[in-house]
């Protein structure tokens, strides 16, 4: 608004205030004048004066009927109200109860599986991903065993990833241990993939290139991968699907989302974030699937649960201790820079007062801190690496003949003149800075989660068992005694029966009472004398 036009109407409701002023000064507001009343000369006052009440109690009666009619009506709206509010609150909390429901199917052990399975029956080569720092504890011999056993045509394809977390020298060593028994790939995924509208962005004028961002975006064994697949696809003449399976934090997701070169699949350091299948079209002719993470057994030792379960351990110290009695103690006071411990809370407590997680009234948050080492030894923050066993032995799950139908179709020195140039390419951690680790070698999961029933199950089962064997035996305690009693007194038994006795003893027994009471009222007798005055 202009100022002229602000002004003009400012001016414009000033006068008008004006003359309404005027107005009101010219035509003053009259008191009304006080009724006089009937006048006492007036014939028939009192009948006047008696219809006047009248009329006013009727009116005073109509206005309360009309209050009373008001407040009914308000009431029923209030109570249609309350009415529909409560039919939306059942509906919203039967929405809520569903959609957390299927949050739990999903989340669940059952479902896992399904998709796991899945994936493996659709997809013509899988790529089982592992952990380089520990390639051996990443393998999972039940989902091998289940692949051999659905189709023999299914390649199964190892893939090493971080493996810039571990030293040059070991690397080696491991691709020549796992070639002999399956064709294995090294690789290093993207860290720092952006989203297709922030790679839009940053496009130049000049060229439609990206741009270059830091070292940690860089993948490295990703056109040895791909080269892979594409030559496959070659020799079928048609579109493949390809399953990536492997154990949380693995790295399932990032080796996707570095091959496509965008964020396509959600990464991060949870455990257990994809819990669906997701296709992402690579190329023309290679699709791939994201599966959900492979469950780790109950029955696994608590480092394997420590490191391989979906989430983390109840109990937090036992996963700590397991994960610092595989490693050397000098190590691992080098690397987090703490003084000698003794055991793994106070190598907690140590931690926590460092990294300054402290709770109210300065306790160290020693839960807060095994949380956050575990997540750092599953993701890519802390280097350490284990060594292959010396006597290679092969896979027990795969035979030679299933091995030997692996290997078709791929092209095996091209494959390793790859490897060698990625790992001559990747960066590497000085060996002194990394941490010696013993794997305990393969870990075991659940294919079926229906077949294992769960542990409060069996706990009741057990508690069932106990108290029915403990009935038992009480009732044979009981028949023992009795056969005793019998024994000893035959002759009374002979003589009376067991009712006849029972009555017997309850008579004495209120003979007893009787006497009893008549003693100790007569003593309370002799004690007192109602007679006396006591001042």
Known sequence: MTCHKRYKIQKKVREHNKKLRKEAKKHKHKKPKKDPGVPNTAPFKEEILREAEHRK?????????????????????????????????????????????????????????????KVIEASEVILEILDARDPLGCRCPQVEQLIAQSDERKKIILVLNKIDLIPKENLENWLSYLNKDLPTIAFKSAMQIKDRTVQ?????????????????????????????????????????QVGVIGFPN??????????????????????????????????????????????????????????????????????VDAVLKHCKKQQIMLHYNIPDYRNSLEFLTLLAQKRGMLKKGGLPDTEGVAKLLLCDWTGAKVSYYSRPPEPWTPSPNLSREGVATVQEGFNFQELEEDNKNTVKANKYPNQASTIVFQSLGF???????????????????????????????????????????????????????????????????????????????????????????YM
């Open 57 to 117: 109690q009727q009116r005073e009666e109509l206005k309360q009927k009309q209050k009373l009619a008001r407040q009914k009506e308000f009431e029923k709206k209030r109570n249609q109200q309350a009415n529909k509010k409560d039919a939306g609150d059942e509906k919203s909390t039967t929405k809520q109860k569903m959609k957390s429901s299927q949050q739990v199917q999903k989340n669940s052990k059952k479902s896992f599986c399904g998709e796991l399975k």
């Open 200 to 240: 839009e962005r940053r496009k130049t004028k000049k060229n439609s290139a990206y741009l270059e961002l830091s070292r940690a975006s860089k993948c490295f064994g990703s056109q040895c991968l791909l080269k892979l697949l594409q030559g496959y696809c070659m020799t079928k003449d048609e579109g493949i």
């Open 250 to 319: 693995v790295g399932k997701s990032s080796i996707i989302n570095s091959l496509k070169e965008v964020r396509a699949c959600n990464v991060g350091p949870e455990r257990g974030l994809t819990k669906s299948i997701q296709a992402v079209h690579i190329d023309k002719r290679i699709k791939m699937l994201d599966s959900p993470c492979i469950i780790a057994a109950p029955s696994c030792s608590a480092l394997a649960l420590a490191l391989r379960s979906i989430t983390n351990a109840e109990n937090l110290l036992d996963s």
């Open 443 to 533: 870990t075991d999961g659940i294919m079926e989660e229906d077949n294992e029933q769960p542990e409060e199950a069996l706990e009741s089962e057990n508690a069932e068992d106990n108290d029915e064997e403990l009935i038992e035996e009480e009732i044979e305690d009981d028949e023992n005694d009795l056969d005793v009693v019998k024994e000893e007194n035959g002759a009374l038994v002979s003589s009376q029966t067991l009712s006849e006795e029972l009555k017997t003893k309850n008579a004495n027994l209120d003979k007893l009472s009787i006497d009893d009471k008549e003693l100790k009222t007569s003593d309370l007798d002799d004690a007192y004398d109602f007679n006396t005055d």
